[in-house]
């Protein structure tokens, strides 16, 4: 149950959010998880990358300082000399290493950062033993400095005999700074992509917003509906054409005219209209660019009556549109017109033989001959039943 209102909450949050929003935020977060998955893939990199970085520095500074010969001099005669230290801190200061460490054989230190420990032995016994047999090699364990990486490097003498080692390393605390400096560029790259992913999503959002008139999804699609029903119920076939003579409306009696016409299978929706059709209705408007209004044409043997306009967009020229109505519609309306001008004469001429009639019964009785008034309407009273009173009585049992 609760998973079902999770669903339902999530529904009715989406159907507040409009068209822009949603854009914006499905834009937004495809561009956050890809740059997110993509940062994530880069940092593994840059931090292996930095690794191997940070062990071919102190390799090649250990190699260089187990050739040089003040370090080789005093290491072979098992003297602590000073130049040795000096050296040691400029070659420190000019390759931002932490600590550079020569030994002898006997372990013995002859530079170190801290000045204290020179003439001791190594903290760390067992691991600088592995480079007294000529080899090198990495390792990271606590020393004086704390925890780090560090490289062991044999000195060789001019007789090629191993007179000393020399380590040189750097913190893990150091390490963890500048892959946190690396980071940082990853993160600020980051907020540049979302910000541009952000800005591009709006202007699209916003193009697609003005392309669609400001509508909503919802609100085209009842305006489509509502489209629908009111062609629908318009009177006349209403059928609209494009450039390439696409159908792009048709309503209802449009389909029935084309039936009625033998004609049903001559059009379909976002179809192309037949060659047939075209040339009947719409050819004239095509070449012209002009309204024809009130045109009698015949589709196949049926008499229609047609009203064509051009479709202008942005001043350009993009389809017809064509009202389309039986002609014998029309004719059967002018009939019943012609019969109701008829049944007025008839009415007109019955009222004014009336208003003679009435004259005529005023005239006698001012003569004061009441008899002929009598069989003056009994005349008229015969009349009516003979020419009127039968069809209203007809109509009465009916």
């Given at each position: 149950?609760?998973?079902?209102?999770?669903?339902?909450?999530?529904?009715?949050?989406f159907?507040?959010?409009?068209?822009?929003?949603?854009?914006?935020?499905?834009?937004?977060?495809?561009?956050?998880?890809?740059?997110?998955?993509?940062?994530?893939?880069?940092?593994?990199?840059?931090?292996?990358?930095?690794?191997?970085?940070?062990?071919?520095?102190?390799?090649?500074?250990?190699?260089?300082?187990?050739?040089?010969d003040?370090?080789?001099?005093?290491?072979?005669?098992?003297?602590?000399?000073?130049?040795?230290?000096?050296?040691?801190?400029?070659?420190l200061?000019?390759?931002?290493?932490?600590?550079?460490?020569?030994?002898?054989?006997?372990?013995?230190?002859?530079?170190?950062?801290?000045?204290?420990?020179?003439?001791?032995?190594?903290s760390?016994?067992?691991?600088?033993?592995?480079?007294?047999?000529?080899?090198?090699?990495?390792?990271?364990?606590?020393?004086?400095?704390?925890?780090?990486?560090?490289?062991?490097?044999?000195?060789?003498?001019?007789?090629?005999?191993?007179?000393?080692?020399?380590?040189?390393?750097?913190?893990?605390?150091?390490?963890?700074?500048?892959?946190?400096?690396?980071?940082?560029?990853?993160?600020?790259?980051?907020?540049?992509?979302?910000?541009?992913?952000?800005?591009?999503?709006?202007?699209?959002?916003?193009?697609?917003?003005?392309?669609?008139?400001?509508?909503?999804?919802?609100?085209?699609?009842?305006?489509?509906?509502?489209?629908?029903?009111?062609?629908?119920?318009?009177?006349?076939g209403?059928?609209?054409?494009s450039?390439?003579?696409?159908?792009?409306?048709?309503?209802?009696?449009?389909?029935?005219?084309?039936?009625?016409?033998?004609?049903p299978?001559?059009?379909?929706?976002?179809?192309?209209?037949?060659?047939?059709?075209?040339?009947?209705?719409?050819?004239?408007?095509?070449?012209?660019?002009?309204?024809?209004?009130?045109?009698?044409?015949?589709?196949?043997?049926?008499?229609?009556?047609?009203?064509?306009?051009?479709?202008w967009?942005?001043?350009?020229?993009?389809?017809?549109?064509?009202?389309?109505?039986?002609?014998?519609?029309?004719?059967?309306?002018?009939?019943?017109?012609?019969?109701?001008?008829?049944?007025?004469?008839?009415?007109?001429?019955?009222?004014?033989?009336?208003?003679?009639?009435?004259?005529?019964?005023?005239?006698?009785?001012?003569?004061?001959?009441?008899?002929?008034?009598?069989?003056?309407?009994?005349?008229?009273?015969?009349?009516?039943?003979?020419?009127?009173?039968?069809?209203v009585?007809?109509?009465?049992?009916?």
């Amino acid at each position: 149950m609760d998973i079902v209102k999770i669903k339902m909450n999530r529904q009715k949050w989406f159907r507040f959010l409009s068209l822009r929003s949603l854009m914006i935020l499905l834009i937004l977060l495809t561009v956050f998880f890809s740059l997110g998955a993509s940062a994530l893939l880069v940092q593994n990199y840059v931090v292996d990358r930095e690794y191997q970085v940070i062990e071919n520095k102190i390799s090649s500074i250990a190699r260089i300082v187990a050739k040089d010969d003040r370090v080789i001099g005093a290491v072979t005669n098992e003297v602590i000399d000073p130049e040795v230290q000096e050296y040691a801190n400029e070659v420190l200061a000019d390759t931002d290493v932490e600590f550079i460490v020569v030994l002898d054989n006997n372990l013995i230190r002859y530079s170190h950062p801290e000045k204290a420990v020179i003439g001791g032995k190594f903290s760390n016994i067992e691991d600088a033993s592995r480079a007294l047999d000529g080899s090198e090699h990495f390792s990271e364990h606590i020393g004086i400095l704390g925890a780090g990486r560090r490289f062991f490097t044999p000195i060789i003498n001019e007789a090629g005999e191993q007179v000393g080692i020399v380590c040189v390393g750097i913190t893990n605390e150091t390490i963890a700074i500048q892959n946190q400096a690396a980071q940082e560029k990853l993160i600020y790259g980051l907020a540049v992509g979302l910000m541009v992913g952000l800005t591009g999503s709006i202007l699209l959002a916003n193009k697609i917003k003005k392309t669609l008139l400001g509508l909503e999804p919802k609100q085209i699609a009842t305006r489509l509906k509502e489209r629908k029903i009111i062609t629908d119920a318009v009177v006349e076939g209403i059928i609209a054409i494009s450039m390439d003579k696409k159908v792009l409306l048709m309503n209802e009696n449009a389909k029935a005219i084309f039936k009625q016409a033998n004609l049903p299978e001559i059009v379909s929706m976002n179809g192309e209209v037949s060659g047939e059709l075209y040339t009947v209705l719409f050819s004239e408007c095509f070449s012209t660019k002009e309204t024809v209004s009130d045109h009698s044409l015949v589709l196949n043997h049926l008499d229609i009556v047609v009203n064509i306009s051009p479709i202008w967009i942005n001043q350009e020229f993009s389809g017809a549109v064509a009202t389309v109505r039986d002609q014998s519609e029309m004719k059967h309306l002018l009939r019943e017109l012609s019969g109701t001008e008829q049944y007025i004469d008839s009415l007109r001429a019955q009222s004014h033989n009336f208003l003679n009639q009435l004259h005529v019964i005023l005239g006698l009785i001012e003569l004061e001959k009441y008899e002929e008034v009598k069989s003056y309407i009994s005349i008229l009273n015969k009349d009516y039943h003979e020419e009127i009173g039968y069809i209203v009585k007809n109509s009465y049992k009916m």
